[in-house]
């Protein structure tokens, strides 16, 4: 299959790169930054996809699917540009969907929305079937996302909306607990530090390991039923203290002290968050195989290269 992937320059693009081009597909990847870091064997442009004009640059005509990551993803910042964020996530995608309705193209697509849009006071595990509440202009713009490949699945695009829930590992960047905590520990080990700055680390939510989650795209673009909406998580939960013993446990110092810093801590914050990731596994046989002590230890061996250099 030949596949295109947007936003190839993230956290979860050069992992999914690898996957696909280890699975035997062809692959062409757009992002906004060079591919001196990206894995050999593809075809790769820089293009700023809010711009429609760069977008029909790309030829549709020679893609089979798309795995479409790219967007802003982060979501304390949507609160303060929330305009912006719609008007990224949600133009993107239409770029890409009017490109290949130009060129009379239908590849399917692999939407990436958020987990987050869940309402996080709906019975645990969170199912497909849960009550959506966006809490965040980001939510937002994930649910316009998944309404916009609806559009199109009427125009007669073959879609999957794919929810993953927290997605952690080696090359996550800071903004997130387990890249924040990681970078701490891993800075600590080589100042001497005993203390570091936490939130609350009593929340507990579903981590899945950033390869585990690529794998599911790549089976929701092989396998997935056309239109449906899945989950790709763990199914169990884990609180920041246990995320921050985990981390511990490979560290330098062990005995390294967390202390509260309020700026950390968020206004709001579900006691606990989990998903069901069963009918994924049905309709593609995936299910998670990296285990979080496994994650947790080669995260923080990634800071540590990092800060130690």
Not at 100 to 124: E, N, W
Not at 158 to 186: C, M, S, T, W
Not at 215 to 222: M, N, S, V
Not at 288 to 302: K, M, V
Request: glycine share 12%; charged share 20%; aromatic share 8%.
């Amino acid at each position: 299959m030949k596949v295109l992937v947007t936003g190839a320059n993230g956290f979860v693009g050069p992992h999914l790169l690898s996957a696909l081009l280890e699975a035997g597909h062809q692959v062409m990847a757009t992002g906004s930054k060079g591919k001196s870091e990206l894995p050999e064997g593809l075809t790769f442009a820089s293009l700023d996809l809010t711009d429609r004009a760069q977008v029909d640059t790309l030829d549709f005509t020679q893609i089979d699917g798309v795995v479409h990551l790219a967007g802003l993803a982060a979501v304390g910042p949507s609160f303060d540009a929330p305009m912006h964020y719609i008007e990224v996530n949600g133009g993107i995608e239409l770029n890409l969907f009017e490109a290949a309705v130009a060129q009379g193209a239908k590849p399917r697509f692999v939407i990436v929305s958020s987990g987050s849009l869940y309402d996080p006071t709906s019975p645990l595990p969170l199912t497909e079937t849960s009550r959506v509440k966006c809490a965040s202009p980001y939510s937002v713009s994930k649910r316009l996302q998944e309404e916009l490949a609806g559009y199109y699945g009427v125009r007669g695009f073959e879609y999957v909306i794919a929810r993953p829930f927290n997605h952690i590992g080696p090359g996550q960047n800071e903004g997130f607990i387990v890249a924040d905590l990681a970078k701490q520990v891993a800075e600590a080990g080589k100042s001497g530090a005993t203390t570091i700055a936490v939130g609350n680390l009593s929340a507990r939510r579903d981590y899945t390991d950033v390869r585990d989650i690529v794998r599911a795209y790549i089976a929701l673009l092989e396998k997935g039923k056309n239109g449906e909406t899945y989950n790709i998580c763990s199914g169990r939960s884990a609180s920041g203290n246990d995320i921050l013993a985990g981390l511990l446990a490979h560290a330098k110092n062990s005995d390294l002290k967390p202390v509260v810093d309020e700026s950390k801590v968020r206004p709001v914050d579900a006691p606990e968050i989990y998903g069901d990731y069963g009918k994924l596994k049905a309709d593609t046989g995936w299910e998670p195989g990296i285990a979080l002590e496994q994650t947790l230890g080669e995260a923080l061996e990634d800071w540590r290269a990092r800060v130690e250099g």
